[in-house]
């Protein structure tokens, strides 16, 4: 049987599903020996129910209901645990935080983001990270991380 054309190349097609990717976040932390807080859990499953990108005030409108003790500096506590350990993705060009499609992986993929819709897409394709890569090495670049984000106008919103 032939592989499909998406995955022949390191790269594969997703399908988000919120509840399965918070589970395993969850097994990932207790695999690991982290603790995923009440807090750090809710923030996690803000973002993976968001069907955008989502900011940090965004999140925290959604806490302060359940939690009257939510601040900014709680929020962002839990955003920087779910950057460090890999779980979410920080979309630095529009200050938004997505989740991570593989979050028991160490990877580095770009985003194509749509200026229209906000939609946020991961390419999960390592050609392009191997390729940055090298580059990289070829110029006597040691790079300490890769982010690269991709803006234009999605299939939705281009009427496609």
């Known amino acids: 049987m032939s592989m499909p054309a998406s995955q022949r190349h390191g790269r594969h097609e997703h399908r988000h599903d ?3 990717y918070v589970k395993a976040v969850s097994s990932t932390c207790d695999l690991r020996g982290l603790r995923l807080t009440p807090l750090r859990l809710r923030v996690l499953e803000l973002v993976a129910a968001s069907p955008k990108p989502a900011k940090a005030y965004d999140l925290l409108d959604q806490l302060k209901d359940e939690h009257s003790g939510a601040a900014p500096p709680t929020v962002y506590r839990a955003l920087d645990f779910l950057l460090e ?3 979410i993705h ?8 997505v989740s991570c499609h593989h979050p028991n992986e160490a990877h580095q993929v770009p985003f194509l983001i749509c200026d229209v ?3 946020a897409i991961e ?14 090495r070829e110029h006597g670049f040691r790079p300490s991380g890769q982010t ?6 999605c299939a939705d919103c281009a009427g496609h």
């Open 117 to 119: 819709c906000s939609a």
């Open 90 to 97: 920080k979309l630095a060009s529009i200050n938004a935080f």
């Open 85 to 87: 350990n890999g779980f």
């Open 148 to 153: 690269l984000e991709v803006h234009g106008t």
């Open 123 to 136: 390419v999960c394709d390592e050609r392009v990270s191997r390729l940055l890569s090298l580059q990289a």
């Open 18 to 20: 919120a509840s399965a």
